[in-house]
């Protein structure tokens, strides 16, 4: 298949991993990847914020970017971020609508159809569960809010995670649980979001793993700067990295950041 990647803007900026490995796999598998060069922001930030005339240009500018994929140029469009994949799936239409712009709407809806978070491509779209992957590691998930709620991808990550070879898969306690970010929730309501996030931090830490993993990496930010204050053992990796992990090009867990590391991201 030829694939298109919107990579995510949390991802451009500071986690490049998911994406490339997003390509890396699915190279692996076979498919040709594209990356437009014009693509920015899905406009899910200013929508969830409540700039809903702001978010209309940058809604307009994905959907241009994209919407090759209607003429057959790619077969699909991949996002490794459930949380993008969501609002372009049930947020930008209706952005569009309210800016009274009908043929923009329809050619958004039409390109969202085309969209798939990285579990739903592999699993719905190629029939793949077993993806050749190799990662004897001890890892716990988080499935994200958006991915489970506003998606609905239910099991696609652990049928991915159960089939590679040498992994440690434990069970995450209270795993649907939210870990607090939600985005700028974490800024205004820090306290709740913090609160949650001790949560999460304990259950993830209860499970003795090397690694926690999700399929978004706003969430992982979160999380793992959770983890880090603790200077818990445990790190975060994207679903992505684990998946795009060979016995020949084997990936391993990033070292554990400490409270006061100077490349350490999180929100408080």
Same mark, same amino acid.
């Given at each position: ?18 994406p ?6 699915? +190279?692996?598998l076979?498919? +040709?990847?594209?990356? @437009? ?13 409540? /700039?809903?005339?702001?978010? $209309? @240009? ?36 209706? $952005?569009?609508?309210?800016a ?14 085309r969209?798939y978070?990285?579990? +739903? ?12 992957? /190799? ?5 716990? /998930?988080?499935p ?13 990550? /652990? ?14 306690p209270?795993e ?5 970010f939600?985005g700028?929730?974490?800024?205004k ?10 949560d999460?931090?304990a ?8 690694? $926690?993993s ?15 204050r603790k ?15 060979t016995?020949?090009e084997?990936?391993?867990? @990033? @070292? ?13």
């Amino acid at each position: 298949m030829r694939i298109a990647l919107a990579a995510t803007c949390v991802a451009d900026a500071l986690f490049p991993q998911a994406p490339i490995a997003t390509v890396k796999l699915l +190279e692996r598998l076979g498919h +040709e990847v594209h990356f @437009p060069a014009s693509q920015t922001c899905c406009g899910q930030m200013h929508i969830n914020t409540g /700039y809903l005339d702001k978010a $209309v @240009p940058v809604v307009k500018n994905h959907v241009e970017t994209f919407k090759p994929v209607l003429d057959d140029e790619w077969d699909a469009i991949v996002i490794p971020s459930g949380s993008c994949a969501g609002s372009i799936k049930h947020q930008q239409a209706m $952005v569009c609508d309210r800016a009274g712009l009908p043929q923009l709407s329809a050619t958004a809806t039409a390109v969202a159809a085309r969209t798939y978070e990285l579990s +739903e491509l592999l699993v719905d779209v190629l029939g793949i569960t077993d993806v050749g992957a /190799y990662f004897p590691h001890r890892v716990t /998930y988080h499935p994200t809010c958006h991915s489970m709620r506003m998606l609905g991808v239910g099991d696609k990550p /652990y049928q991915l995670l159960r089939a590679v070879e040498g992994i440690d898969l434990v069970e995450l306690p209270d795993e649907k649980q939210c870990c607090g970010f939600g985005g700028t929730f974490a800024v205004k309501n820090s306290d709740t979001s913090s609160a949650m996030l001790a949560d999460k931090v304990a259950n993830v830490e209860s499970t003795s793993a090397e690694v $926690v993993s999700a399929g978004d990496y706003s969430c992982l930010m979160h999380i793992g700067g959770g983890l880090n204050r603790k200077g818990s053992r445990t790190t975060a990796m994207h679903l992505a990295e684990i998946l795009a992990s060979t016995r020949e090009e084997p990936a391993t867990p @990033p @070292p554990a950041l400490r409270a006061g590391s100077a490349v350490e991201v999180t929100t408080r």
